[in-house]
């Protein structure tokens, strides 16, 4: 998954879990694009190397999520 699959998902506002444990190709413009999922209750971002502090802050009004 890179950040453009990210972007495609951005439509699935009904998504609850993500697992992107392991892709490198993920990066803080990726989960920008997941900023409206504000279903989602659970995200793996172990192993994404690309993501920073940054990217995290983009996550920040994702109030569902009860495991990152």
Sequence with gaps: ???DGLR???GLTALTSLDLCA??????NGLH????LTTLTS??????????????RAL??????TSL
Aim: with cysteine; hydrophobic share 45%; proline share 0%.
């Design 1 to 3: 998954v890179s950040d």
């Design 8 to 10: 495609a998902l951005a």
């Design 23 to 28: 892709c490198g190709q993920v990066s803080d």
């Design 33 to 36: 694009a997941l900023a409206n």
């Design 43 to 56: 995200l793996n971002l172990q192993q994404c190397q690309q993501v920073s502090d940054d990217g995290l």
């Design 60 to 65: 920040a009004g994702l109030t569902a999520l």
